[in-house]
């Protein structure tokens, strides 16, 4: 993988990009083993709570609620922040962004910022942009580290590193620290990077985060974690700097009953991760002396605006969706060619984008469910999808293969001549390309069936070539059920 | 910035229509809380089940009467090797023995370092899910000396444990403002190859004591 951060706006199509993750065998025996780890972790968890499913629909309720009163919800995030000492940003895309921060750690004079693992800072490629002006950003999170150090993407939203194994990360670490007698074990590993981060929680005056949870009724926020490297790059430096988004408010700090509860089980099958953090603005004597959030739209307003993809906005970010996606377990994260991979990313990225790229992305799934059903605020994903591939379709011209052929058969369909037409040409055209019933094994041949199975397709020409690819399609029985009922 | 926040603000109210402070609270009150609040455990099972994920953590765990904490302490430190261990304002003296204490004092990073170990109480404790609650309180102090030192020990009074998030976050609301932290055993990461290891830059040892 590359240096050049994932982009939508660049990358090429998932179907193309999955084809070159699909010849890499190691990243695929890595993407298999760690998420069929956390699945199983995961369901042991979810399996003992007795109220999971009342969990998971007070977790959608609140975030949906949330969502439905969103700018009363930030105005009241932001009077509480700010009288809690806060200093409240708005930026309406990444540059917006970008540009805040950097005016930020130019006004404090730091060339340096420990951060802490944030998707909203590799979605505004926020280290880029601190690198171009003359800032130095450390990833402290172990996976982040092991991406940033090996030059790398983030191909998974909550274990970024997912499709490395510990030979890999070795390497890069054995290179990067300087540690020529490192040994081999994950303990070994994590000591690197304790060692190797230590002196850089401090030393460094700056922080930058994201935030999991912006709580309006304190201006309190949220952070979850396991390492202690999020606890580090909150509490010890002089000024942190969150970038969060828009839909991250809850209303009261009580709805962290729920969230916290489903949250841990359904990102990492834990019933609660190593550290969670809450507080409110600056706390004298007790952290940062000055406290920045930067609430981020970069097109969240559009999300929101479409009201079948608003649930998209629900996400809190769990991951539970790609660990449970037959698609996502193949090809891994970097096919998504977005931050956000997976079934969520595969609705949140071409939303993002205004359709306007990641048109593949809707398509990048089987519709099999398996996501909605780990999702726990309930985002209907497979739903999302398909309105997207209705999105995509009806952008087009209409010379698109899909369109044409849907106007076609809603005529053949509107018309019982036309119909009983098709049925004839169908038959007539398949003619040559069905072979004879195959004596399958175990098959009981129904009596009389012999004269009536019409037997089976094994090619089809041109598009429809794209179903006899990987199965055989049954031809057309030599009478239709009218023709039987007519006779009868 | 400000033409940045009306922008978004406005977007918002054009992407779902305008909602008012008085909706809002009207809809809120109707979501649905229908899991679980309290458990349905007695005391002593709860004490137990508190033990018993502590120590899934490989937290050590000591069920310990109020007048013998402070020997217990000791003992601990001692078997430990500990020579200086960090206090926060507020903690009770009688516990300070087997060791030197020193009183938090706005220590530096390099200065919180140098200290062996630290001995807090907590506001409450989860034992559901094995988590134990710390905020800005006296004998709790400040979050940076609960987590550069190595070895963290911490004192909870059974009557602070819980059974559940739901009535821990319940105790929580009256101190909601107060800087806060949930930990859950000691620091850990799984992020190479899915498989758990203790220690990564919070506290590596956590020892708890829970007192009766």
């Given at each position: ?23 890499d ?17 995961r ?10 499913q ?38 309406r895309d ?5 540009e ?13 910022v ?13 280290n ?8 130095k950003?450390?990833?402290t999170?172990?996976?982040e ?6 030059e790398?993407?983030?191909?998974h939203?909550?274990?970024p ?7 890999q ?8 620290m ?9 303990q ?58 828009i ?7 009580q ?23 809450i ?40 991951a ?35 359709m306007?790229?990641?048109?593949s ?11 909605y ?16 591939r209705?999105k995509v379709v ?8 899909e369109?044409?052929?849907m ?7 509107r018309s ?5 037409a ?29 004269t ?6 094994g ?25 039987w009922?007519?006779?009868? | ?10 977007r ?21 809380r229908?899991?679980?609040h309290?458990?349905?455990r ?15 953590y ?11 904490a ?8 001692q078997a ?9 304002a507020?903690l ?33 404790g ?10 800005n309180?006296p ?21 602070d ?17 107060l ?13 190479i ?15 708890v004591?829970?007192?009766?």
């Amino acid at each position: 993988m590359s240096r050049i951060p994932l982009d939508p706006r660049t990358a090429p199509s998932f179907q193309t990009a999955a084809k070159v993750s699909l010849q890499d065998a190691q990243l695929r025996k890595n993407v298999k083993h760690a998420t069929e780890v956390i699945q199983a972790k995961r369901k042991k968890l979810v399996d003992e709570k007795k109220d999971w499913q009342e969990l998971r629909e007070a977790g959608r309720q609140i975030r949906a609620h949330s969502l439905a009163h969103l700018e009363i919800y930030l105005e009241e995030f932001e009077r509480n922040f700010t009288r809690a000492g806060g200093v409240l940003h708005w930026a309406r895309d990444a540059k917006e962004a970008q540009e805040i921060v950097v005016r930020l750690t130019k006004e404090i004079g730091a060339d340096e910022v420990i951060k802490i693992k944030s998707m909203t800072t590799e979605e505004i490629q926020l280290n880029r942009a601190l690198e171009a002006a003359g800032v130095k950003a450390y990833e402290t999170d172990l996976a982040e580290l092991i991406i940033q150090l090996g030059e790398d993407q983030p191909s998974h939203i909550v274990v970024p590193a997912l499709h490395k194994n510990r030979a890999q990360i070795r390497e890069i670490f054995m290179r990067e620290m300087d540690l020529p007698d490192l040994g081999d074990t994950p303990q070994d590993l994590a000591d690197a990077a304790r060692t190797f981060l230590r002196e850089k929680f401090l030393r460094v005056k700056t922080g930058v985060s994201g935030a999991n949870f912006l709580i309006a009724e304190t201006g309190g926020i949220c952070i979850v974690e396991s390492e202690g490297n999020g606890r580090m790059c909150l509490t010890m430096p002089e000024t942190l700097i969150a970038v969060v988004g828009i839909e991250k408010v809850i209303p009261r700090f009580q709805d962290l009953e729920v969230m916290l509860q489903i949250l841990a089980r359904s990102a990492t099958g834990e019933r609660m991760n190593p550290y969670n953090s809450i507080w409110t603005g600056v706390h004298e004597g007790d952290g940062p002396k000055a406290m920045h959030v930067v609430l981020l739209d970069n097109a969240r307003t559009d999300v929101l605006a479409d009201g079948e993809g608003r649930q998209t906005l629900q996400c809190i970010r769990c991951a539970a969706c790609l660990n449970a996606c037959p698609v996502y377990r193949q090809t891994g994260g970097h096919a998504y060619g977005s931050v956000y991979a997976g079934p969520i990313g595969a609705i949140l990225t071409p939303q993002m984008m205004g359709m306007e790229h990641a048109q593949s992305l809707p398509y990048a799934s089987s519709l099999c469910g398996a996501c909605y059903e780990v999702c726990p605020v309930k985002i209907n994903i497979p739903e999302v999808l398909i309105h997207l591939r209705h999105k995509v379709v009806e952008r087009s011209g209409w010379w698109a293969p899909e369109k044409v052929a849907m106007k076609a058969v809603a005529a053949v369909f509107r018309s019982e001549k036309r119909f009983r037409a098709a049925q004839r040409l169908g038959r007539m055209a398949e003619a040559p390309l069905v072979k004879k019933e195959k004596q399958v094994e175990g098959l009981v041949q129904l009596k009389g069936s012999e004269t009536t199975t019409p037997g089976w397709i094994g090619w089809l020409p041109g598009l429809m070539g794209g179903w006899t690819d990987t199965r055989d399609l049954q031809a057309m029985p030599k009478e239709t059920f009218r023709d039987w009922w007519e006779k009868r | 910035m400000s033409e940045a926040r009306g922008a978004i603000l406005d977007r918002i109210r054009a992407a779902k229509g305008a909602s008012s402070t008085a909706s809002a609270a009207e809809t809120y009150a109707q979501i649905s809380r229908t899991y679980l609040h309290g458990g349905d455990r007695d005391r002593e099972g709860i004490v137990d089940l508190m033990e018993e994920r502590l120590r899934e953590y490989d937290a050590g765990v000591f069920r310990v009467a109020h007048d013998e904490a402070g020997a217990i302490v000791a003992r601990l430190l001692q078997a430990r090797g500990l020579s200086r261990v960090l206090v926060p304002a507020g903690l009770p003296t009688e516990w300070m023995r087997g060791c030197e204490f020193v009183v938090d004092a706005a220590f530096n990073a390099g200065e919180l370092d140098s200290f062996d170990g630290v001995l807090t109480t907590a506001t409450v404790g989860i034992a559901e899910t094995g988590t134990i609650v710390l905020q800005n309180a006296p004998g709790q102090g400040r979050r940076a000396i609960t987590l550069v030192p190595d070895y963290q020990m911490c004192v909870l009074r059974v009557d602070d444990l819980v059974e559940t998030v739901v009535e821990a976050m319940g105790r929580l609301e009256k101190t909601k403002e107060l800087a806060t932290t949930f930990f859950s055993g000691p620091s850990a990461t799984a992020d190479i190859e899915m498989t758990r290891i203790k220690g990564v830059h919070g506290p590596r040892f956590v020892d708890v004591l829970l007192v009766s």
